[in-house]
């Protein structure tokens, strides 16, 4: 805490051809920046996805890890974090991303799927991002665009202010999927909130 009120707006799970370019749109006409968990499987999953890699980095956006596959039986199996595993699937999307960024691209964010405080037997993974220099990301704020029943983007924003509240930092979990189209439309509103709370934008690397 500092006195600064800064918002991380943060997108999970993509990239994606239908969400995430109408994400970075209202982001470049807001002129704020974002912090995208993207997954190794949806970067490697066509040239269009590999494209908007590249454009989430050229706007002035930042990528961290989120999985390979978010597959939850094999990093988290009978809800514990299997460390090789995961490692693997760090590995494999940092190959990934190297492959479309160049070499020199690195990232030291990583959020877990599901986040870091649900999963037993984070001790060694801890220890192994200590090692490697990541720092695991969670949230303390959320549009619930991926719990419950599904919302349209009135919902969406009034999640976000009920759960960001009187924070002074909000790292703020949304998603920019396929079908998370509703996300894409409360953006503008989410980001009008932000400004007309003093809140900086800032990103994660």
Same mark, same amino acid.
């Given at each position: 805490?500092? !006195?600064?009120?800064?918002?991380?707006?943060?997108?999970?799970?993509? +990239?994606? %051809?239908?969400? &995430?370019? #109408?994400?970075?749109?209202?982001?470049?006409?807001?002129?704020? @920046?974002?912090?995208?968990? $993207?997954?190794?499987?949806?970067?490697? /999953? /066509?040239?269009?996805?590999?494209?908007?890699?590249?454009?989430?980095?050229?706007?002035?956006?930042?990528?961290?890890?989120?999985?390979?596959?978010?597959?939850?039986?094999?990093?988290? +199996?009978?809800?514990?974090?299997?460390?090789?595993? =995961?490692? /693997? %699937? $760090?590995?494999? &999307?940092?190959?990934?991303? #190297?492959? $479309?960024?160049?070499?020199?691209?690195?990232?030291?964010?990583?959020?877990?799927?599901? !986040? @870091?405080? *649900?999963?037993?037997?984070?001790?060694?993974?801890?220890?192994?991002?200590?090692?490697? !220099?990541?720092?695991?990301?969670?949230?303390?704020?959320? /549009?619930?665009?991926?719990?419950? +029943?599904?919302?349209?983007?009135?919902?969406?924003?009034?999640?976000?202010? %009920?759960?960001?509240? &009187?924070? %002074? #930092? $909000?790292?703020?979990?949304?998603?920019? *999927?396929?079908?998370?189209?509703? *996300?894409?439309?409360?953006?503008? &509103?989410?980001?009008?909130? =932000?400004?007309?709370?003093?809140?900086?934008?800032?990103?994660?690397?």
């Amino acid at each position: 805490a500092d !006195g600064v009120k800064a918002v991380y707006l943060t997108f999970d799970d993509g +990239p994606s %051809e239908t969400v &995430t370019p #109408k994400i970075l749109d209202q982001l470049k006409a807001e002129g704020v @920046h974002a912090t995208f968990f $993207v997954l190794g499987k949806a970067v490697d /999953s /066509s040239d269009e996805n590999k494209e908007l890699i590249k454009r989430i980095i050229s706007e002035g956006n930042a990528i961290g890890i989120h999985s390979y596959s978010h597959n939850y039986n094999y990093l988290y +199996p009978n809800k514990i974090v299997n460390v090789d595993n =995961f490692k /693997s %699937e $760090v590995d494999k &999307t940092n190959e990934s991303l #190297k492959n $479309v960024l160049g070499d020199d691209f690195s990232t030291k964010a990583i959020r877990l799927p599901g !986040g @870091h405080m *649900t999963w037993k037997g984070t001790d060694r993974l801890d220890e192994y991002f200590q090692q490697e !220099g990541y720092s695991y990301i969670d949230w303390n704020a959320l /549009s619930k665009d991926a719990e419950g +029943p599904k919302k349209n983007a009135d919902q969406l924003v009034q999640q976000v202010i %009920e759960t960001s509240g &009187t924070k %002074e #930092k $909000v790292v703020l979990l949304m998603h920019d *999927t396929y079908g998370k189209e509703e *996300t894409a439309k409360a953006l503008p &509103t989410i980001i009008k909130y =932000f400004k007309d709370n003093g809140y900086e934008f800032k990103t994660l690397s």
